[in-house]
């Protein structure tokens, strides 16, 4: 069975996005891009919303082309583009860059996939991240905690209808002040 891991860059009261989906003030530093970088490295599968997607869709397929770009930007767009990703989205037409579009039912093919062989994958957008959650499939949680408060947005967690019990795995500070956080599903 596949592992399934949720992680974003999160502020201090919890969002990944301030109000109007600003996520301005989550500009990583350069350690945070190779954390990032690294991650994407060892996934084998990134599972994508279509909100999400669209983001990540209109900047990192060309970013290591633009000027000023620094080496860890340049290392995650390459990986970025390299990592085979599926879309689950009634409402994205088309994909592209190693990309699949699934507009159908997110929970099952997420479970179908889980099952299958394979390396590790991982979840990004809140929507998609909060049904898997929800449905209990997320196998850990990683947060690049900012030091700031934004007051109100997009939260990282979903409402839930139980608890999850987690363990914490990994916790340590990068120079710039995000607090890194490594927590697995206790099961």
């Given at each position: 069975?596949?592992?399934?891991?949720?992680?974003m860059?999160v502020?201090?009261?919890?969002?990944?996005?301030?109000?109007?989906?600003d996520i301005g003030?989550?500009?990583?530093?350069?350690?945070?891009f190779r954390?990032?970088?690294?991650?994407?490295?060892?996934?084998?599968?990134?599972?994508?919303?279509?909100?999400l997607?669209?983001?990540?869709?209109?900047?990192w397929?060309?970013a290591?082309?633009?000027?000023?770009?620094t080496?860890?930007?340049?290392?995650f767009?390459?990986?970025?583009?390299?990592?085979?990703?599926v879309?689950?989205?009634s409402?994205?037409?088309a994909?592209d860059?190693?990309?699949?579009l699934v507009?159908?039912?997110?929970?099952a093919?997420?479970?179908?996939l889980?099952?299958?062989?394979?390396?590790?994958?991982?979840?990004?957008?809140?929507?998609?991240a909060?049904?898997?959650?929800r449905?209990?499939?997320i196998?850990?949680?990683?947060?690049?905690?900012?030091?700031?408060l934004v007051?109100?947005?997009t939260p990282?967690?979903t409402?839930?209808?139980?608890?999850?019990?987690?363990?914490?795995v990994?916790?340590?500070?990068l120079?710039?002040?995000?607090?890194?956080?490594?927590?697995?599903?206790?099961?």
């Amino acid at each position: 069975m596949r592992k399934l891991t949720y992680g974003m860059n999160v502020s201090l009261d919890g969002y990944i996005a301030a109000p109007g989906d600003d996520i301005g003030w989550s500009t990583p530093s350069d350690e945070l891009f190779r954390f990032w970088s690294d991650q994407v490295q060892a996934t084998d599968l990134s599972l994508y919303g279509g909100r999400l997607w669209r983001t990540m869709s209109s900047y990192w397929p060309t970013a290591d082309q633009q000027p000023g770009i620094t080496p860890a930007e340049t290392e995650f767009a390459r990986r970025w583009r390299d990592t085979a990703k599926v879309v689950f989205s009634s409402t994205v037409d088309a994909v592209d860059w190693n990309t699949r579009l699934v507009p159908g039912d997110a929970v099952a093919e997420i479970a179908r996939l889980k099952a299958e062989d394979g390396g590790p994958m991982d979840i990004g957008g809140a929507t998609l991240a909060g049904a898997a959650m929800r449905a209990g499939l997320i196998d850990e949680y990683v947060l690049a905690t900012a030091p700031v408060l934004v007051g109100g947005g997009t939260p990282f967690f979903t409402a839930l209808d139980s608890w999850v019990n987690l363990n914490l795995v990994e916790t340590r500070t990068l120079p710039c002040g995000v607090v890194l956080s490594r927590y697995e599903t206790r099961r």
